[in-house]
């Protein structure tokens, strides 16, 4: 009974670690920059949280594929003449 609560607990907080990763990539715009930079970067503006998009943004990095709440809303639609 115990090894299988054990499991349980195991399996249900790998289950949300992978759900809260962040795949998105990032990039500065016109200029050089290294892995290290990136990494410094990443980590320095990594919290409890997750990855604070403002802080990696005030150090010139732009998200190449942004999340959905970054994502620009969808154009209107043309009014339907009847």
């Excluded at 349980?8 to 962040?22: E, Q, R």
């Excluded at 980590?43 to 997750?50: A, S, V």
């Amino acid at each position: 009974m115990r090894a299988w609560v054990t499991i349980v607990l195991v399996s249900a907080a790998l289950a949300t670690a992978a759900c809260s990763s962040d795949d998105r990539e990032w990039m500065k715009v016109d200029q050089k920059y290294t892995r290290d930079e990136f990494r410094r970067d990443y980590r320095e503006c990594t919290k409890k949280d997750g990855l604070d998009d403002a802080c990696m943004r005030q150090r010139g990095w732009v998200s190449v594929n942004p999340s959905k709440s970054d994502a620009p809303p969808p154009p209107p639609q043309p009014a339907r003449r009847y």
